[in-house]
């Protein structure tokens, strides 16, 4: 199993580009999610999904989109991206949501200009 | 508003020493509590977690945990760092009935030789 992966690693994006982060998981999980990291922070949920074609918000969703059309595939939109969007961005997955061990992806660090 | 507070955002010890590495939670009500380690530039890798069975749980690489109620805390030891200890750990909630877990800002563990 390859587990959580994500692409790109790095990404530099201007002001205003938009661009998709990839999150793939081959261990039939039905809960998803997206994390930012910040120094200092933690973890902030950005947005979950609790099975193919079932999304939603979490703490901080502004200014991304999410869709959920496979058990495998969760990617993350920037619609237009801001300078406060510089974050180190991480994909989870598990079984079920809640008490469920969360297994993470490698990280997609991303600067926005 | 539930909320999670790691009480020490550095933590530096000698190889051999103990480790404590302290967390504390708002609320008692049905948690399920988990500690998480981030080695530079990886994703999180789950250290333990407490889900309502035993109060002292045994992890992974020697670490354990003891969940007291009472005091509403889940604090992380070791009894002798080893320098691969080095990293950052995450202290992570899930309350019963909300599909989002609450992580704490985290603790950087350094370990000197």
């Known amino acids: 199993n390859a587990g959580v992966t994500q692409t790109p690693k790095f990404q530099v994006l201007k002001t205003g580009q938009s661009m998709t982060l990839q999150c793939a998981q081959d261990?039939?999980?039905?809960?998803m999610s997206w994390y930012r990291q910040d120094p200092g922070m933690g973890l902030r949920l950005i947005h979950y999904?609790?099975?193919?074609?079932?999304?939603d918000q979490g703490e901080v969703p502004n200014g991304y989109n999410v869709s959920r059309s496979t058990t495998e595939d969760f990617p993350l939109r920037l619609l237009s991206a801001a300078p406060s969007q510089t974050s180190v961005y991480f994909c989870?997955?598990?079984?079920?949501?809640?008490?469920?061990?969360?297994?993470f992806g490698p990280g997609t660090r991303l600067t926005v200009l | 508003a539930q909320s999670v507070t790691q009480l020490d955002s550095h933590v530096s010890v000698s190889e051999g020493t103990p480790v404590l590495l302290r967390c504390n939670y708002s609320?008692?009500?049905?948690?399920?509590l988990f500690w998480y380690v981030q080695h530079p530039n990886k994703g999180l890798q789950l250290l333990l977690k407490?889900?309502?069975?035993?109060?002292l749980v045994k992890g992974i690489n020697g670490f354990e945990a003891e969940f007291k109620k009472s005091e509403t805390s889940f604090h992380l030891t070791k009894p002798s760092a080893h320098m691969s200890d080095a990293a950052e750990y995450f202290c992570?909630?899930?309350?019963?009935?909300?599909?989002?877990?609450?992580f704490g800002s985290g603790t950087r563990l350094q370990v000197q030789p």
């Open positions: 989870a997955s598990s079984y079920r949501e809640g008490t469920d061990t969360q297994y």
């Open positions: 261990m039939n999980h039905e809960y």
């Open positions: 999904s609790v099975g193919a074609g079932i999304t």
């Open positions: 609320s008692s009500y049905s948690p399920s």
């Open positions: 407490y889900t309502s069975a035993a109060t």
């Open positions: 992570v909630v899930s309350w019963r009935g909300r599909r989002a877990l609450t």
